[in-house]
């Protein structure tokens, strides 16, 4: 199974940016799908979760009305589209997979987000 993670960058406060997480080996829409993030000094935190069967969706508090999580089962990627985003945002992100129970089992290398105030 490998995640790759892509679609970092660079924006300006207030801006938007999409990721994209490509699956290799485990299907998207059979499996659990999550964007985490780790700001510098910070421990990692959830952003973001859609789940296979059903697809229901889940966002940490702090992300919730900005981001969007969503996936395409045809391509096997999952994309976390940001808007509005704050300094605060500034992380690596990864993207993270699940089975249907038990705890996120394989994980991409992340990429970078950094917003600029």
């Known amino acids: 199974v490998q995640l790759q993670a892509s679609g970092g960058g660079l924006v300006q406060a207030g801006g938007s940016l999409s990721l994209s997480c490509a699956v290799s080996?485990?299907?998207?829409?059979?499996?659990?799908m999550a964007w985490f993030r780790q700001a510098p000094g910070k421990e990692r935190e959830f952003v973001a979760g859609?789940?296979?069967?059903?697809?229901?969706?889940n966002y940490a508090n702090s992300v919730k009305g900005r981001f969007t999580i969503s996936r395409d089962n045809a391509k096997n990627t999952v994309y976390l589209q940001m808007s509005s985003l704050k300094f605060e945002d500034t992380a690596v992100y990864s993207c993270?997979?699940?089975?249907?129970?038990?705890?996120?089992?394989?994980w991409g290398r992340g990429t970078l987000v950094t917003v600029s105030s």
């Open positions: 080996g485990r299907s998207v829409s059979r499996h659990r």
């Open positions: 993270a997979s699940a089975p249907s129970i038990g705890s996120y089992n394989y």
């Open positions: 859609i789940r296979g069967s059903g697809g229901t969706i």
